[in-house]
């Protein structure tokens, strides 16, 4: 079974890795955790190239037993012709192989992604653990199967003789950094369509960027300046609200799209690796990297300090800025502006109203504070201006103004200042008119002499009253 394990590893690996399942090695200290590298590039073929792998051999018609999770056979085996060119060529490389070597492949397949990985796991660990063999060769991604060989439910593939990683159908440069202290228990080649299928690509639209003026993204990334940051930019830039209801969803037009696990292995691209191997061939954690330190000087004589001046704006440049653009109303736009350096900026938005000579902060969006402002333009805001003011530290620098228009809005026709009126004459100060003299005063009549007041008259005697009679 050996042998037929060499032959069958020769002819058909699987997208990114094969493994061959025996159990019989003491599993190492340490596993790989070494990204796969695509396929080469296609050169002219050789001899050796399209020559068989391995000699012709009648092998009875054993089984070979192959256990994968679903999503890591899909390219590996298709049960009948469709027409696909990939399809069938699939289907008639697997029948070749049976009829070549005169076996017969057979495949147990979990479904389910994680989950069917844990399934495989169990299988192989009950079938390894329990010496029964039920499984020649695993199928997998390199996170999923990597717990395997700590597991010590996979064997060492440079203990074949028949099987050659120099052939140019095996990823040297992956396979090279799976290799633990030279064991081969891990391994990609060309057989594995997904290899390919699954290459981690980005597109980008050359009509919408043509019309919003953007770079020539080829020069771009030939000229090392493709980084996530302007990638980053550029694809904010186009964002826009297409259905006008405030909230970018699937109706809108998105700057960039991808899935997390995608964005993840843009690091490897960028030629960063999460481990690399030790002198001994063993795999380790990629350090960080440091900077060398600078040299040291003989300290110089200290002198009184002098004040400090804050840094020249020029310290602090603005590399791109909005321009003035006419857009539709009530519609979601977003304007940016790219400074140098970019970290520990900081940001403050203006706007200028048509009707102010006055600028202000625009205080209406948290995203005023950032390098990209994003709001929803009204009518009302038709030939407003905005500006970006960046700080960093006591550097300053400001955007050149921009105007907003809306379309379908009229600007308003200049009024004519009115004509002064005329300064009418002045009227004749009329002349006083003369002050009556004064009417003389009456001269105080006499007061009457008092009359003399009449003397009282005398008070008659008293009559005598007469005596009784006797």
Not at 17 to 40: H, I, R
Not at 74 to 95: C, H, I, K, M
Request: proline fraction near 9%.
């Amino acid at each position: 079974m050996k042998k037929l394990l060499a032959v069958l590893l020769t002819l058909s690996i699987l997208f990114s890795l094969a493994a061959c399942s025996v159990g019989t090695d003491s599993p190492p200290e340490e596993t790989s955790s070494a990204p796969v590298s695509s396929a080469p590039g296609a050169e002219e073929e050789t001899e050796a190239e399209t020559a068989p792998p391995v000699p012709e051999e009648d092998f009875g018609g054993v089984d070979f037993n192959v256990l994968a999770a679903c999503e890591q056979w899909q390219d590996f085996y298709v049960s009948e012709q469709t027409g696909d060119v990939v399809n069938d060529a699939v289907y008639e490389r697997n029948l070749w192989l049976e009829e070549y070597n005169n076996i017969k492949l057979t495949y147990r397949i979990f479904n389910g992604y994680t989950a069917g990985m844990a399934d495989v796991s169990t299988a192989l660990s009950g079938s390894v653990m329990g010496g029964s063999g039920d499984y020649d060769m695993v199928l997998g991604s390199v996170s999923y199967v990597s717990p395997l060989i700590s597991a010590g439910l996979l064997t060492d593939m440079n203990g074949f003789d028949r099987i050659d990683f120099s052939r140019p159908w095996w990823y040297q440069y992956a396979d090279e950094q799976l290799e633990i202290v030279g064991r081969q228990y891990l391994a990609s080649g060309a057989a594995g369509l997904n290899t390919v299928a699954w290459s981690i690509v980005t597109f980008f639209n050359k009509n919408l960027a043509a019309d919003y003026g953007i770079e020539d993204l080829y020069e771009a990334v030939r000229t090392g300046n493709w980084t996530f940051d302007r990638l980053n930019a550029l694809g904010s830039s186009v964002v826009t609200d297409l259905d006008g209801n405030g909230t970018i969803d699937k109706n809108d037009r998105a700057g960039l799209v991808s899935t997390d696990d995608y964005m993840a292995l843009e690091t490897s691209a960028m030629g960063y690796f999460y481990s690399e191997k030790t002198a001994d061939a063993r795999p380790t954690e990629t350090p960080k990297p440091t900077e060398a330190p600078k040299p040291t000087e003989a300290p110089k004589p200290t002198e009184v300090p002098k004040p400090t001046e804050a840094p020249h704006s020029e310290t602090l440049k603005i590399l791109s800025q909005p321009s003035d653009m006419t857009v539709e109303p009530d519609q979601l736009y977003q304007f940016i502006v790219e400074v140098s350096p970019e970290s520990g900026s900081t940001y403050q938005w203006q706007v200028k109203e048509s009707a102010s000579s006055d600028w202000r902060n625009f205080t209406e969006k948290k995203t005023a504070l950032t390098y990209r402002l994003w709001f929803t333009v009204t009518k009302a805001m038709h030939n407003w201006q905005f500006r970006c003011i960046a700080k960093n530290g006591n550097a300053t620098v400001t955007s050149k103004p921009f105007t907003v228009k809306i379309e379908g809005v009229k600007d308003a026709e200049p009024t004519e200042a009115p004509k002064p009126t005329a300064t009418p004459e002045p009227t004749a100060t009329p002349k006083p008119t003369a002050t009556p003299q004064p009417t003389a005063t009456p001269e105080p009549t006499a007061t009457p002499e008092p009359t003399a007041t009449p003397k009282p008259t005398a008070t008659p005697e008293p009559t005598a009253t007469p005596k009784p009679a006797n």
